[in-house]
């Protein structure tokens, strides 16, 4: 035996005409998936090592960062 929401959505599909279904059954199949879907499990973070490879950094540019970062220290 269906259940009582079942049944009334079978009852609403039916109402529905043949042109709408193919849209109609988007969606639904959109609205299912994410109600059945597991809970998305965070990324484990990988090493950060040789993000930076090959980047050179300027002395000059840090001192730039640092001054207006911590502008009380270049006083």
Known sequence: ???MYKE????ELGRVPEE????????????TSEFISEAKKPRRRGS????????RIDDSLFFEAKKTLFPYESR
């Open 8 to 11: 009334r959505i079978i009852k």
């Open 48 to 55: 950060l090592k040789g993000l930076w490879k090959g980047s």
């Open 20 to 31: 709408k279904m193919a849209k109609l059954y988007k969606v639904i199949h959109q609205v």
């Open 1 to 3: 035996m269906l259940s």
